[in-house]
């Protein structure tokens, strides 16, 4: 209820209260997401504390942030990752809080950035009825209606059903921009018996965006070009990104102590257009090439999990074992012309209508990654004062990469542990003070030669306070950080992917 959080479910998967954990989360609740009337998760992210906007790749997919001053485009949803593939930006008519573990977190969810993991919980079904919808308009012909019925769909209330629905279009400020969103997420919540049930949720979704790169900076200066001139072309129609996303769980309460859960979850997706992309800036002419893109790709995940409590030398203990196996394939092809200045335009007087320069780079690749993974995690009551969390996963993953143009293809396999150690001292009710390190994994994306480079490590070190206050109405966590990468990979001014080597970010 209201703006603050107490539990969080994200840092350990066992429903903790955020206060007993040693590791800094940030929730934005249902409460934000209404008022901020938000309908992306991006603006949601902006009060999520330490979450900066980076490159939304000309908005008709997902959207890239920093926290802790590492960059990733990464999404986890209800613990599954959402966007391995190029997966639209989450629509938050499903959503009902965002939360942000900050720091690496490969111990519980695997390959991942060191900076931070964002995992979306959405909507479930609840026990009453109720419909709701919201009708709302905007400047630039901006129409949105989203509607959340949910009802229960048997005498005895086992059976729960809920549908979320979203319908947007959205003119622009921007000359020949436009997008179109449609979006529906039916859930389902089955009681099988009083220690049992399942839950079944679903997204499919459909978003159309004109490509779109901005204006230039004009020697480094905005305001040369008015802000609303578009320099793509209005005849390469819109992207259309696909997404399909099935999750399935079941839990199981073996006792009071200990429950069982299997879960699944199969998304796949597409991604189809043209776009005139710009490139440079010389004189007044800005240079362009033009691209061809047709992307699928699909993930399936499937989870074992043992849950558990019970007392061990005078201890309480809250235990995980989990058992995770991956299959995620991805297909890239998006031929490209050379950078013409023929094809460019003239950012003082801009024609479009330009015949489409010949495609000269092939740009055709396919990706396949699998892995296996032991989950474990020990949190610890040594007293009433004083908390402990021991996690590692260790995980086999199996990387292959091809580039179908040239025939060249590369694989590899690693063995990878991941491990996780934090404390959590509770000075007084109102003040606590942690600590803890962990680790980061992730194999880097193929290069545009097919090449698989070596996967990305990070380590990171945090201790920062903790504090509950006026009687919980306030919460707040103050963080020193300390952050390794090493094996990042950058891009060169031609565009080929080499080894940037360590990275490291470090503050409070």
């Given at each position: 209820q209201g703006y603050r959080a107490t539990r969080?479910?994200?840092?350990?998967?066992?429903?903790?209260?955020i206060r007993d954990t040693?590791?800094?989360?940030?929730v934005v609740p249902a409460h934000v997401l209404k008022d901020l009337n938000s309908t992306r998760i991006d603006r949601a992210l902006d009060f999520a504390g330490g979450v900066a906007r980076q490159n939304n790749f000309g908005g008709p997919t997902f959207l890239n942030y920093s926290v802790r001053g590492f960059t990733t485009g990464e999404l986890y949803k209800n613990g599954f990752a959402v966007n391995r593939g190029s997966y639209s930006a989450p629509d938050t008519s499903s959503i009902e809080r965002t939360e942000v573990l900050k720091g690496p977190a490969a111990s519980l969810y695997g390959r991942g950035d060191p900076g931070r993991l964002v995992n979306i919980?959405?909507?479930?079904?609840?026990?009453?009825?109720?419909?709701?919808?919201?009708l709302s308009a905007g400047s630039w012909d901006r129409y949105r209606g989203p509607l959340d019925a949910n009802a229960p769909l048997d005498s005895q209330g086992n059976l729960l059903g809920r549908v979320n629905l979203a319908v947007e279009d959205n003119g622009s400020f921007r000359d020949h921009v436009n997008s179109e969103r449609r979006i529906v997420s039916p859930s389902l919540s089955w009681q099988l018996?009083?220690?049992?049930?399942?839950?079944?949720?679903?997204?499919?979704?459909?978003?159309?965006?004109?490509?779109?790169?901005?204006?230039?900076?004009?020697?480094g200066q905005m305001g040369s070009v008015p802000r609303s001139a578009f320099m793509g072309e209005p005849n390469d129609g819109k992207i259309r990104n696909d997404n399909q996303t099935v999750d399935l769980a079941l839990e199981h309460f073996l006792d009071d102590n200990w429950k069982l859960r299997l879960a699944n979850h199969y998304t796949q997706g597409t991604l189809k257009g043209n776009s005139s992309e710009p490139?440079?800036?010389?004189?007044?002419t800005l240079t362009r090439f033009y691209r061809e893109r047709d992307f699928e790709w699909n993930d399936n995940i499937t989870q074992a999990e043992l849950h558990g409590q019970f007392e061990l030398l005078g201890w309480q203990h809250q235990s995980l074992i989990g058992l995770e196996y991956e299959n995620y394939?991805?297909?890239?092809?998006?031929?490209?012309?050379?950078?013409?200045?023929?094809?460019?335009?003239?950012?003082?007087?801009?024609?479009?209508?330009?015949?489409?320069?010949?495609?000269?780079?092939?740009?055709?690749?396919f990706e396949r990654t699998e892995s296996h993974a032991l989950n474990l995690q020990d949190q610890i009551a040594f007293s009433e004062r004083l908390r402990g969390l021991l996690g590692v996963r260790l995980e086999r993953i199996e990387q292959t990469s091809q580039n179908r143009s040239s025939g060249i293809s590369n694989s590899q396999a690693k063995d990878v542990a991941t491990p996780r150690v934090g404390l959590l001292y509770q000075l007084t009710p109102q003040v606590g003070v942690f600590a803890n390190a962990s680790t980061s994994f992730k194999p880097n994306t193929i290069g545009t030669q097919g090449q698989v480079y070596k996967p990305e490590k990070g380590i990171g070190y945090e201790t920062g306070l903790k504090l509950d206050l006026f009687d919980s109405r306030l919460g707040a966590t103050v963080a020193l950080f300390h952050i390794d990468k090493e094996n990042g990979i950058t891009t060169d001014a031609l565009g080929e992917g080499i080894a940037a080597g360590k990275a490291r970010s470090q503050g409070l």
């Open positions: 969080s479910p994200t840092a350990t998967p066992t429903d903790t209260d040693p590791q800094s989360i940030q919980v959405s909507k479930r079904p609840q026990a009453e009825t109720f419909s709701t919808v919201n018996s009083p220690d049992t049930r399942l839950l079944l949720d679903t997204e499919f979704s459909r978003t159309e965006s004109v490509f779109d790169r901005g204006i230039p900076a004009v020697n490139q440079a800036l010389v004189g007044n394939r991805n297909s890239q092809k998006y031929p490209q012309s050379a950078t013409l200045a023929s094809y460019g335009l003239d950012i003082r007087n801009p024609v479009y209508g330009k015949p489409k320069p010949a495609l000269t780079r092939a740009n055709d690749f």
